[in-house]
């Protein structure tokens, strides 16, 4: 198997007949699956095939009709894939400029001056100044974590969020392809136990128009959410305007993982630059008592 020197990536489309040792078969038809370069033998793509699916008791693995496809991963489980040489850093996290809107109904940041310049330089040496800013906003601005106690009265709030639940996670992308529900089908493949789980739909290109909290955005069901709260999540991060559907005055997903402890970043923006594991997620807000919400700026360190 030979690794790509660039930046593409490649995927595999295959028939498979598998049986077992004890009894029994399965079939699958122009299965797709992410590879770490342009080439592989059948035996290697059965393997990746097994690893992915996480199939015991396997007797044999037969692979037929596979082409290889120049397309980005998906995130396959147990498949490695080339690391960047080099460390980088990557924002996810929208600017703040004054008046723009994050959430239909909810008033945009105020930023201004406290003391300009001007204004300051009388108070200073000659030739010495300094700008004081000021910025009046809700707590829901811009891209922000949720503290439990944004939905729960007795729930810790942002400053009692513990840093280890915000900062240096290991993290894995879940990219959608279709709007509307993710349910818990989209997130199985994935292992999320103790991990950023950073769900990537493209949303984030509404940013800044009517059409971002028009309705419509993809967003976690309940049963998701769930899923997510039983196997160990320790973030959740979204790229859309709300991760429940605002059809649902009931919230689900917020409910059932900020009961959990677990904090839900919201408006993450540049997910398509990540790739699908092996980067460290990063998302702490200033440490600010009896806030339940405050901006962040997130970012992702890949190498």
């Avoid at 460390?87 to 723009?100: E, K």
């Avoid at 949720?146 to 007795?154: G, I, K, L």
Wanted: aromatic content about 6%; cysteine-free; overall charge negative.
């Amino acid at each position: 198997m030979h690794l790509m020197s660039d930046s593409t990536e490649f995927r595999a489309q295959f028939d498979a007949e598998v049986t077992f040792r004890n009894g029994g078969g399965l079939r699958v038809r122009e299965f797709r699956l992410d590879l770490p370069g342009n080439t592989i033998s059948d035996d290697d793509l059965a393997a990746l095939f097994v690893r992915h699916l996480g199939l015991l008791m396997v007797d044999t693995v037969t692979i037929s009709n596979r082409t290889v496809l120049a397309e980005p991963h998906k995130g396959s489980r147990g498949v490695e894939t080339a690391r960047p040489a080099e460390r980088r850093v990557v924002d996810l996290s929208h600017v703040l400029r004054d008046g723009v809107i994050t959430t239909p109904g909810l008033p945009g940041p105020r930023i201004g001056d406290h003391l300009n310049r001007a204004e300051s330089a009388a108070r200073y040496a000659p030739g010495t100044s300094f700008q004081f800013d000021q910025i009046t906003m809700v707590s829901g601005t811009g891209t922000y974590v949720d503290s439990p106690n944004h939905r729960f009265a007795d729930g810790a709030d942002v400053a009692g969020l513990p840093l280890a639940r915000l900062a240096d996670l290991d993290g894995v992308v879940v990219r959608v392809t279709e709007g509307g529900a993710i349910d818990t089908a989209v997130l199985a493949p994935y292992d999320v136990d103790g991990r950023a789980v950073i769900i990537h739909t493209g949303w984030d290109r509404h940013w800044g128009t009517a059409a971002y909290g028009s309705g419509g955005h993809p967003y976690v069901t309940a049963d998701a959410a769930a899923w997510l709260a039983g196997h160990g999540a320790a973030l959740v991060g979204i790229d859309t305007v709300n991760i429940d559907s605002t059809a649902d005055p009931a919230r689900p997903a917020h409910t059932t993982l900020l009961a959990a402890g677990i904090p839900i970043v919201e408006h993450l923006t540049g997910l398509d630059r990540l790739p699908p594991d092996g980067f460290r997620f990063h998302a702490a807000p200033p440490a600010v008592e009896g806030m339940s919400s405050f901006t962040v700026r997130a970012y992702a360190v890949i190498g």
